[in-house]
């Protein structure tokens, strides 16, 4: 290739990333590269949550890579901050070193096929994430296929999701957006907020299908259910725990 040492890879391999077992430092680079693309923000213990590694391991990682996260504020000021990918200038002899530069692809140049493009050929099967890449560029771009795959993850035992609709993604949007803190000073924006969510909903009996009665189905409700704005601050409430 005319770039050298990189290959592309679909971003329909995220949803293939593991999820009960650490992650090897090809899928840490898949995952990282992933973030960096949607400018999501980020931090060291989200990695070492997600990747199943020690925050040693995690910072090792990327100093070997060439990658830094940047913070809004000094994290000697504030803690518990999200920041922003950022890749290191290496030097150019860094290579023959052993050292394995992360690829900015953002600066390489778009090479798809213009006619097929505007046949809209082109395009994740999943019909979410090209999709929502294109609508929002903000830097807290909601990382729908995340959160879905957090909810198969955590909560196995509820309806799963086969149909990820325009509306469901707008509603989705509409909470993460709302940035809402949770007790740990997390915000709806980020992805951590989404686990201790899906959690809290699994402590309870109720929204889990647990309580049963004479002549009725147990209520399961589905991950649609929970993001609707009345029952997603019930839910929060601890209306249904």
Request: net charge positive; with cysteine.
């Amino acid at each position: 290739m005319k770039h050298g040492n990189w290959i592309p890879i679909s971003k329909g391999f995220l949803k293939h990333l593991p999820k009960d077992r650490a992650f090897t430092k090809l899928e840490a680079a898949f995952s990282l590269q992933m973030d960096y693309d949607s400018k999501n923000a980020v931090t060291i213990t989200g990695y070492a949550n997600l990747w199943r590694w020690s925050r040693k391991k995690v910072r090792t990682f990327f100093n070997t890579i060439g990658v830094n996260i940047i913070y809004p504020e000094n994290t000697k000021n504030k803690q518990n901050q999200k920041g922003q990918i950022s890749i290191q200038i290496r030097d150019r002899s860094g290579e023959k070193k052993g050292q394995i530069n992360f690829i900015d692809n953002k600066e390489i140049q778009d090479q798809k096929d213009r006619c097929n493009e505007k046949k809209e050929q082109i395009r994740d099967r999943s019909g979410s994430t090209t999709r929502e890449t294109r609508e929002t560029k903000d830097k807290n771009l909601c990382p729908q296929e995340n959160i879905v795959d957090l909810y198969h993850t955590l909560l196995p035992g509820l309806p799963k999701v086969k149909v990820w609709s325009e509306t469901r993604q707008r509603t989705l949007r509409a909470r993460w957006n709302e940035a809402v803190p949770n007790n740990n000073g997390l915000k709806s924006n980020c992805i951590e907020w989404w686990e201790g969510f899906f959690r809290h909903i699994g402590k309870s009996d109720f929204l889990m299908g647990r309580i049963t009665e004479s002549n009725r189905k147990p209520f399961r409700p589905n991950l649609e259910w929970f993001i609707q704005k009345s029952n997603f601050i019930n839910i929060l409430e601890g209306k249904y725990h």
